[in-house]
């Protein structure tokens, strides 16, 4: 399975300010009011830089554990290909791109940066993108911490009115289900992980994948790692088709989709789904 590449990839990067939360410490650098959202938005365009056309889905992504948005880029830019407005921040405790040492615990922040952005570009869109994110269905995605964050900001948080349609958790942890049913329906899942995780085992994920609502799906990749599963690993680009199918699924109803979905399973590749 791969994704054909339809479109080009158009990429700028935005600072989105929430000036109502602080920063964390990290070694020299103290912590500050405000957090800067540095963040890097991939877009579909034509060969003549035209915006695909219509309402376009937005993933809002974080990074995992001491990595940056720029360790994800092929798969980000396999996602934007493929018709989709990915939105890319660097969270301010653990992304390696900031200055300082990352600080883990800042994760506790990172569902509302990740909803903060989602409702910037909801706001106040660049204008380029204004046709294609008006109403557009909003999926949060993540890896290993980033999962984490996604997945709390689906079902655990408060923090924005936009409505989370839908979570893609690679490599996550089970989050509490405090605020599940805040959109009317809880968001569906894809859940995604490696049998040789040796960071977050594969029960981590499973146990978030069982206790969300359906429609959700499991993702085993055999001897798939933490971090190679999604970045360097010969089945990635089977990954990202799998993401664009269920994106597409639960943003526009594709019923391609939803049979390539059931279809995808092979090779190092299981799927359970209900």
């Not at 959202?37 to 990074?63: D, Y």
């Not at 996550?172 to 605020?179: G, L």
């Not at 993401?243 to 594709?254: H, K």
Request: aromatic share 6%; proline share 9%.
């Amino acid at each position: 399975m791969s994704i054909g590449p339809r479109w080009s990839v158009r990429q700028a990067t935005f600072d989105f300010n929430d000036t109502s939360r602080a920063s964390p410490r990290r070694g020299p650098y103290p912590a500050h009011t405000g957090r800067t959202l540095h963040t890097t938005l991939r877009w579909p365009v034509s060969e003549s830089g035209q915006v695909a056309p219509g309402t376009l889905p937005l993933i809002v992504f974080a990074h995992g554990y001491d990595a940056s948005a720029a360790t994800y880029a092929a798969m980000l830019d396999d996602l934007a290909r493929a018709g989709i407005v990915v939105a890319a921040p660097e969270l301010p405790g653990e992304s390696r791109a900031l200055p300082g040492p990352t600080v883990e615990t800042d994760l506790a922040n990172e569902p509302c940066d990740l909803e903060f952005v989602a409702a910037s570009l909801e706001h106040d869109p660049p204008p380029a993108l204004r046709r294609a994110l008006r109403n557009a269905p909003l999926i949060v995605a993540g890896h290993s911490d980033g999962a984490t964050a996604a997945a709390g900001a689906a079902y655990a948080s408060a923090c924005s009115s936009v409505p989370i349609r839908a979570v893609v958790a690679m490599s996550a942890n089970d989050v509490p289900m405090t605020d599940a049913l805040r959109f009317g329906t809880p968001p569906a899942l894809l859940a995604v992980t490696g049998s040789a995780d040796e960071v977050n085992p594969p029960a981590h994920t499973q146990a978030l994948y069982r206790h969300v609502a359906a429609p959700a799906w499991f993702v085993t990749v055999d001897g798939g790692r933490h971090l190679a599963t999604f970045t360097s690993d010969p089945d990635r680009t089977s990954i990202d088709a799998l993401i664009v199918d269920f994106v597409f699924l639960v943003a526009n109803r594709d019923e391609g989709a939803r049979k390539r979905l059931a279809d995808a399973a092979g090779g190092r590749i299981h799927i359970t789904s209900r």
